[in-house]
DNA sequence: TTGAAAGCGATACCAA
DNA sequence: TTGGTATCGCTTTCAA
């Protein structure tokens, strides 16, 4: 039962008053340096650990973190969205304010939105990045206000964020890849849709699905995978092509979440129940489809556990200063029949 | 920017004391009911939300919340015990206090740690229940005493609880099934082994599995599940015996975590790569049969998720007396070779 | 049963 | 550069 050292036991210790031990701790710049260095050492010696909640009852600021997310698909990014606001919510009493800010869609709007958080003062930034090339520069400016910045879902390379939070491509690659070959007992035809190859994430699914099939499942037979781009069309046509040309093909994985015109092509040609399916994400046409059978299953990327994450460690470094490590990568989860209504549509963790 | 409305102005605008409105809110026992009520209806109107900072710096008590759990196995139970410690961290600073206080093995001392708990008047328990007959009344004393119980990874029945975290059973069963029949092409013999069918968790399995099986793999043949009740001694003598008098048998489906007997009696009888095994959570040398190829997979718990659940939903309870549902399950989450080096040796989420 | 007022632990302003 | 002090919104005695 230890009671917990405050402000003023540093304070009284030093012979000094509680303002210049509350300056010291937070860097003001009107401070003899010795005193703050004195304070410091104090402080660090009787153990003291800031009051959270007095902080932020006398201080009138409040912890501002942006959350920029696309609109659309607001399936996925609704629980995104969710993920942030109730894993803040505990900590508004500590006076954070989480600022909401959507554009249309990955990639459409984000410098703007970017700006504007900017614009706003907030304090830290959690952005679904998309692929414009100035979203680089949006970061860079933001580093030069120290203004943290976090990747969510997908990671902009080389640029200077605090840390970036998505799923494991390569995990959810291999694992797709080790279903596919023991569902099709190590033979068969394959193929593999995907987005774009130059995108980190796409290519790391891809690479690590082949990787896996070619080392564990020889015997397979492996199209060189396709790529939609984003466009729902080019998604379609292909897929088409492919299995018209392909006949006998056994098996389809989807590595990305925008899978829908693929099933539509596969329905097209009457090829569920035919050949087995696997897929990535989650959304309601998708989980129809595992419902009824037809497609095997999905690496469900988990966007609100994801979006936890991203807030707990940005929190934890604006509040403790904590450093997290430059990436951190979650496990995909495999959605199947069984275990699909633990999802009502939702991520619950 | 709206200024948010305080206890001052509530009490203002009734002509009365913020001491009356606090007392009004709190469901203080001396207070004209009459009073109460029209300081309830105010604040509603006026759209009053507590300052939750400055509820817990006035009232200067700690939230003292007991974490109960058995110190055996370590590497599952510490795996629960960092996710707690995890999950708190950022709370210590507003004033939660974590005790935890270890048994030996599941059910055995945990009444003592249960009384343990409550003398040192804890706000709050998590606790990871075991069979033992006496749990409940004592479960049934905290409740009186109003101390709200969370039961973690396995549940007690019909006990007056809070809430009970853990896997959704049914899932990790049917998922298994699904699996398992894939693998298997839907045909040959498999055999469950489980831990206790009197446990729910234990039953929920198997009969989920059994189910699974029957609806959509109707032509295997499925052996009555082996119960281990906790025993290695019989875990393993009765493996033996299972696979010694079904020299066919085509896969087994170990539903308990305590599966390394099987293992090893299956190790023994040189079945590893003849026969299709999948298993229930994680532990060291599971990994490693997983890593080998020796297992297919297994279903993870997430101890240390599920932990974090606890945790929250307590906390939640406790600090804005948010009621949690009455049952909180997640889902299983399949590990397989293309994902275990996402889990080193942990539960990252 | 209610009101008045003293804190809770920090910040920030005004003097010195 | 530092000290003193009002203040943040609420709980909780102590009186009335």
């Given at each position: 039962?230890?009671?917990?050292?405050?402000?003023?036991?540093?304070?009284?210790?030093?012979?000094?008053?509680?303002?210049?031990?509350?300056?010291?701790?937070?860097?003001?710049?009107?401070?003899?340096?010795?005193?703050?260095?004195?304070?410091?050492?104090?402080?660090?010696?009787?153990?003291?650990?800031?009051?959270?909640?007095?902080?932020f009852l006398s201080s009138r600021r409040r912890?501002?973190?942006?959350?920029?997310?696309?609109?659309?698909?607001?399936?996925?990014?609704?629980?995104?969205?969710?993920?942030?606001?109730?894993?803040?919510?505990?900590?508004?009493?500590?006076g954070?304010?989480?600022?909401?800010?959507?554009?249309?869609?990955?990639?459409?709007?984000?410098?703007?939105?970017?700006?504007?958080?900017?614009?706003?003062?907030?304090?830290?930034?959690?952005?679904?990045?998309?692929?414009?090339?100035?979203?680089?520069?949006?970061?860079?400016?933001?580093?030069?206000?120290?203004?943290?910045?976090?990747?969510?879902?997908?990671?902009?390379?080389?640029?200077?964020?605090?840390?970036?939070?998505?799923?494991?491509?390569?995990?959810?690659?291999?694992?797709?890849?080790?279903?596919?070959?023991?569902?099709?007992?190590?033979?068969?035809?394959?193929?593999?849709?995907?987005?774009?190859?130059?995108?980190?994430?796409?290519?790391?699914?891809?690479?690590?699905?082949?990787?896996?099939?070619?080392?564990?499942?020889?015997?397979?037979?492996?199209?060189?995978?396709?790529?939609?781009?984003?466009?729902?069309?080019?998604?379609?046509?292909?897929?088409?092509?492919?299995?018209?040309?392909?006949?006998?093909?056994?098996?389809?994985?989807?590595?990305?979440?925008?899978?829908?015109?693929?099933?539509?092509?596969?329905?097209?040609?009457?090829?569920?129940?035919?050949?087995?399916?696997?897929?990535?994400?989650?959304?309601?046409?998708?989980?129809?489809?595992?419902?009824?059978?037809?497609?095997?299953?999905?690496?469900?990327?988990?966007?609100?556990?994801?979006?936890?994450?991203?807030?707990?460690?940005?929190?934890?470094?604006?509040?403790?200063?904590?450093?997290?490590?430059?990436?951190?990568?979650?496990?995909?989860?495999?959605?199947?029949?069984?275990?699909?209504?633990?999802?009502?549509?939702?991520?619950?963790?």
């Amino acid at each position: 039962m230890e009671k917990r050292v405050t402000l003023r036991d540093v304070a009284k210790r030093l012979g000094v008053s509680t303002g210049t031990v509350s300056r010291a701790l937070q860097d003001h710049p009107a401070l003899n340096p010795i005193t703050k260095a004195r304070v410091l050492q104090m402080a660090n010696s009787l153990g003291y650990r800031p009051n959270l909640a007095a902080r932020f009852l006398s201080s009138r600021r409040r912890l501002v973190i942006g959350v920029n997310t696309p609109r659309d698909p607001a399936f996925f990014y609704d629980q995104v969205r969710k993920g942030i606001d109730q894993e803040s919510a505990p900590f508004q009493m500590t006076g954070v304010e989480v600022q909401h800010r959507m554009f249309p869609r990955v990639g459409v709007g984000e410098e703007e939105a970017f700006e504007s958080a900017l614009d706003a003062k907030v304090d830290g930034l959690i952005v679904v990045p998309g692929g414009s090339r100035s979203l680089k520069s949006c970061i860079r400016r933001a580093s030069q206000m120290k203004i943290p910045v976090v990747c969510l879902i997908s990671d902009v390379t080389a640029a200077r964020k605090l840390v970036s939070v998505s799923v494991d491509a390569s995990a959810s690659g291999a694992l797709a890849a080790e279903l596919m070959g023991r569902f099709l007992v190590g033979k068969g035809q394959v193929a593999v849709t995907s987005g774009d190859l130059t995108v980190s994430d796409h290519r790391g699914k891809c690479t690590a699905f082949e990787r896996t099939i070619r080392a564990q499942f020889p015997a397979m037979e492996l199209f060189p995978p396709i790529e939609n781009h984003d466009s729902e069309c080019e998604a379609y046509e292909k897929t088409l092509r492919l299995i018209d040309s392909h006949p006998d093909i056994d098996a389809v994985y989807i590595s990305t979440g925008n899978g829908l015109p693929v099933l539509q092509a596969l329905e097209e040609r009457n090829l569920f129940g035919k050949i087995t399916v696997l897929s990535t994400d989650l959304y309601p046409e998708l989980i129809e489809k595992i419902q009824e059978g037809a497609v095997a299953g999905s690496m469900y990327q988990r966007p609100a556990t994801q979006a936890r994450i991203a807030f707990r460690l940005l929190y934890e470094f604006l509040y403790e200063g904590a450093c997290p490590p430059a990436r951190v990568t979650l496990a995909p989860l495999l959605v199947m029949r069984g275990n699909l209504n633990c999802f009502h549509g939702e991520d619950p963790r």
